[in-house]
């Protein structure tokens, strides 16, 4: 089946790697995810991973209790080395080519996030996994996934959740809660509708990025996803409010 994306960058958040766990990294979810990756890179699709760090630390929750908002980030910035170094050892498991680069300099263990240098690993085939957020606080590790997607010349944000599209409610709390199926990036603005920050949707807008929003738990989504089958609510430019 061809390949209706052939460069993405999948947005996936900490919690996605807990599973059911209340704290930390899910072991048999992390193999599950890596397997799914695999899958579509041995066809031959250049992918790129930003990954959150909410399962190990969360800046915003730190900052909140009164720690320094701007130090709370930065911790967080480190729990996503954690999860991405987790990730790079899966997929390598898996016989997946994979590099990590990291937006604060920490050579022992990952690249420093290089532009040119991530292009190339894609280019040859490696998976890249971007830990460290921007490498600046008070920034979302969506906004980096729309910054980095941006870099890259990326054709999609697959923004991997635990549902299965953007609904006009929360669908846990109303029954009745509509789910899109194609959304303009003015729309999820003007309704707040929070599947990222408004500084990624606006990035997003910027550059004509699209953003698909599918169910992760669910096998095969990503290879559906790459292949353009409808797995859940596409954001873009060219796309009509349904």
């Known amino acids: 089946m061809g390949m209706t ?7 996936l958040s900490g919690e996605a790697l807990m599973g059911n ?17 695999a899958d579509v890179v041995v066809s031959g699709v250049q992918m790129a991973i930003v990954v959150g760090g909410g399962n190990i630390f969360r800046g915003v929750k730190a900052a909140s209790a009164g720690m ?11 729990a996503t080395v954690m999860n991405a170094i987790t990730l790079q050892d899966a997929l390598e498991q898996k016989g997946v080519p994979t590099r990590v680069q990291t937006a604060i300099a920490m050579q022992e263990v990952a690249e420093p996030y290089i532009r040119r240098r991530a292009i190339r690993h894609l280019e040859k085939g490696r998976v890249v996994v971007f830990g460290a957020g921007s490498g ?14 941006a870099e890259i010349d990326a054709n999609v944000i697959f923004k991997a959740t635990k549902v299965d599209g953007i609904y006009d409610s929360d669908p ?23 599947v990222m920050d408004s ?25 559906r996803a790459v292949t353009g089958e409808s797995v859940g609510t596409i954001v873009g430019g060219n796309c009509e409010v349904s």
């Open 172 to 194: 846990h709390l109303n029954p009745n809660a509509h789910r899109y199926q194609s959304l303009t990036y003015g729309h999820v603005l003007a309704h707040d509708l929070r």
């Open 199 to 223: 500084t990624a949707i606006a990035l997003c807008k910027e550059n004509n990025i699209p953003i698909v929003v599918f169910d992760l738990t669910v096998r095969g989504n990503i290879r």
């Open 5 to 11: 994306y052939q460069r993405v960058l999948l947005k």
């Open 21 to 37: 766990l209340g704290y930390g990294i899910d072991p048999g979810i992390v193999q599950e995810i890596a397997q799914e990756v």
């Open 136 to 149: 600046n606080p008070f920034f979302t590790t969506d906004t980096t996934a729309a910054l980095r997607a």
């Open 68 to 78: 320094d908002r701007a130090t709370a980030d930065y911790v967080g910035m480190i």
